[in-house]
């Protein structure tokens, strides 16, 4: 995927906790060995949702505001 080819925009309202919300973007750094194409790679939930096996963290932005404090 070429550099800046694609822009995602996830807009709407977490029920989850902000454990729950990370774990939905967590890439697997397990196996520094290991490649993304290993079928024992764990894919994370918004890659998958985005139809790609990584996505680059520094091209992110995550806001998480919690109004139960």
């Not at 096996?53 to 404090?69: L, P, S």
Request: charged share 35%; glycine share 4%.
């Amino acid at each position: 995927m070429e550099i800046m080819s694609k822009v995602h925009v996830w807009i709407g309202i977490s029920t989850v906790d902000n454990g729950t919300f990370n774990e939905y973007f967590k890439i697997d750094y397990s196996d520094p060995d290991r490649d993304i194409d290993d079928t024992n790679y764990r894919i994370c939930e918004f890659c998958k949702d985005i139809n790609e096996k990584v996505y680059d963290e520094d091209w992110i932005g995550i806001y998480w505001h919690d109004e139960r404090r």
